[in-house]
């Protein structure tokens, strides 16, 4: 193998790399924001839960 092809398969096994670990961090931020998602929908209903609740305190 050439010293040409050698550079060329080097940079190719990183840019691999590169991509590999772009797609694992796209994956990762992708999963903590459905995480946060979540986790503002059951803030979310649970104010609306209390705020039920205290509705149905001040009816008569």
């Known amino acids: ?31 903590d924001l459905e995480k946060k998602r979540k986790h503002y929908v059951d803030v979310v209903k649970a104010f609306e839960s209390a705020l039920a609740l205290l509705n149905d305190r001040v009816r008569p």
């Open 1 to 31: 193998m050439a010293w040409s092809q050698t550079t060329v398969v080097r940079d190719e096994a990183r840019a691999l790399k590169r991509f590999k670990t772009q797609m694992q961090h796209v994956q990762n931020s992708e999963e």
